[in-house]
């Protein structure tokens, strides 16, 4: 049985440098995978493919078997939701009418209900009607998480969500997309904390220069040799108060 | 009631006031009996003023203005940049350029034949600007493509200042290029109308994609929406309207940047929202431009595009200097 969210010898290039190169992914309904590697490793090359935003060069990119490149966008929308690491808002809509935009082919009324669903998913629907242009960057990443789980597609990808984002807004963050894997759904989600990672993840799928290196249980696939290969730390796993803490340094 | 459908009740109301003042005020003054006239006899000198005269001239502005800011409001949302107006992506210089080539080889009097031409020009500009689209899809990389078509227009025209062998047909295409709804008749009003209806019809199956594109180009290409397509509706709706406003009335500046900003705060930013109270706003302030251009009392009277201009700038830099928090984050 072929797993919903799956790539396959996946090869690609931007300006003529290879991103990706080789690359085999599965991720299982009920399962949140990490995506972790070094900037430049091909992250969100990744995750853009399965959006249609990349074109592979070989390989393929497959959304409950059958290869993204076939599907209509709308199809493509409906199985998978998109949440870039872009955080850029072009006008002060309120936070409402942006979770709203996940659902575009709602009626407007059944759009927003939705839409109010999702922010008090991520702990803000008292914000609703607030101009996103006068909020904090963590409430706006929020209202923009809210926005892909308001399209209530079975399938997540989020790229970065935590960047910049303070440690309480980070958690949240990965908790309600925990929460989402927990429900039933399949979640990619690029990371660049380790720990944060091997706290959240089912599984760790490592990508070093746009090859998957590992792709296995946290432990195992950020395994000290990994994590010297790939990121250059020196570092191992500690028995922390909520799991596995990475205690690490540079390789000299 | 939406809040959008009440902007617009609002707007429509203000506009059929000013368009009523525009039609019973000028610079001839009437008394009472002649008011009398010029409601029932439509024989008489003041008939022909009002319905002949200075009516067709007010619906032009009206429909001219609702023209320009609904393409503002189009371009604004599909670049996602609130600089964005008719002219910046070159389809008003293109439409500019069409028409000074009619009246230099002749044809001002041939009736429709320059307006014909300026639509022309918008329309190929508009093609240009859908290929351009379909290769290129950061908006940046769009308004630089427009910026060198709008140079290469604009050069053009230059040129055929430059070699236009008549002084008059020179004097012509300048008094053109300044923009003016000066003795427009209602064959004009039904002319550009139904440009107008062409553009919102577009403008409106845009809607959603303008909306959508508030979160840029990623989210909205992962959003289920055919995206290439809506971008090729807001072209079309843009190249359309501005044509059809060059055609009519020459270049009139400015009110295709503001008009989608004096209405943004009501509409709460919503750039599908804010098309249908944008075109309201660009017909409100063109007829009262126009009307307060007539009613100043100078030898000659002022051209609506100057006039919009000199007027219009010092209001934007106040609404861009108070609005400009808004815009981006």
């Known amino acids: 049985m072929i797993a919903p969210l799956t790539m396959w010898d996946a090869d690609a290039s931007l300006g003529g440098r290879k991103v990706l190169d080789g690359a085999d992914v599965q991720v299982e309904y009920g399962q949140l995978v990490a995506l972790v590697g070094p900037n430049g490793a091909g992250k969100s090359c990744l995750i853009k493919a399965f959006v249609g935003l990349l074109e592979l060069d070989g390989g393929v990119a497959r959304l409950n078997g059958d290869d993204v490149r076939t599907l209509s966008p709308r199809e493509r929308a409906r199985r998978v939701a998109y949440l870039p690491q872009e955080r850029h808002i072009a006008w002060n809509l309120p936070a409402v009418e942006v979770a709203a935009l996940g659902a575009p082919f709602l009626s407007g009324a059944e759009a927003l209900a939705r839409a109010h669903a999702a922010l008090a998913e991520v702990g803000i629907d008292h914000l609703a009607d607030r101009g996103v242009a006068e909020m904090s960057g963590g409430e706006r990443a929020r209202v923009l998480l809210a926005r892909a789980l308001a399209t209530d597609a079975p399938l997540l990808l989020a790229d970065e969500p935590i960047a910049g984002l303070d440690p309480d807004a980070q958690r949240l963050v990965l908790e309600r997309l925990r929460a989402r894997a927990d429900s039933g759904a399949g979640v990619l989600v690029s990371l660049h904390d380790l720990t944060l990672a091997a706290a959240v993840a089912d599984r760790i799928v490592v990508l070093d220069q746009g090859q998957v290196v590992a792709h296995a249980p946290p432990m195992e696939a950020l395994e000290p040799d990994v994590l010297r290969r790939v990121f250059g730390l020196d570092g191992r796993w500690i028995e922390g108060p909520d799991g596995p803490l990475l205690a690490a340094r540079r390789v000299q | ?329």
């Open chain 2, 1 to 329: 009631m939406s809040r959008t459908v009440r902007l617009c009740l609002i707007l429509g109301l203000v506009c059929v006031a000013a368009v009523a003042a525009a039609v019973l005020l000028g610079e001839t003054s009437f008394d009472g009996a002649q008011y009398a006239q010029a409601f029932g006899d439509p024989t008489s000198g003041p008939w022909e003023v009002f319905w002949q005269v200075r009516a067709p001239r007010a619906v032009c502005a009206l429909i001219v203005g609702a023209c320009l800011g609904l393409a503002g409001a189009v371009m604004q949302g599909l670049l996602r940049n609130p600089l964005a107006d008719p002219g910046v992506l070159g389809v008003s210089a293109t439409a500019a350029l069409g028409a000074a080539l009619a009246i230099v080889l002749g044809g001002a009097g041939v009736a429709g034949l320059v307006e014909m031409s300026a639509l022309a020009g918008a329309v190929v500009a508009g093609g240009l600007l859908i290929v351009a689209a379909g290769l290129m899809r950061a908006p940046e990389a769009l308004i630089l493509f427009g910026v060198a078509l709008s140079s290469f227009a604009g050069a053009a025209t230059a040129l055929i200042f430059n070699l236009s062998p008549s002084p008059i047909a020179q004097a012509e295409v300048m008094s053109w290029l300044l923009g003016s709804v000066q003795n427009r008749s209602w064959v004009d009003v039904a002319w550009v109308a139904p440009a107008l209806v062409v553009a919102a019809v577009f403008a409106g199956l845009s809607a959603g994609g303008l909306r959508m594109l508030t979160l840029g180009d990623e989210t909205a290409a992962a959003s289920g929406l055919s995206m290439g397509r809506l971008r090729v509706f807001a072209l079309i709706a843009a190249a359309v309207a501005t044509g059809a406003a060059v055609a009519v009335a020459g270049v009139i500046g400015f009110v295709g940047l503001a008009a989608p900003h004096l209405v943004r705060a009501a509409a709460r930013g919503d750039a599908g929202r804010i098309l249908a109270p944008s075109a309201l706003a660009g017909g409100l302030m063109l007829v009262v431009a126009d009307l307060a251009a007539r009613l100043t009392p100078t030898d000659q009277e002022l051209k609506l595009g100057v006039f919009t201009a000199l007027i219009g700038a010092p209001l934007f830099a106040l609404i861009a200097w108070r609005a400009a928090r808004e815009w981006r984050l």
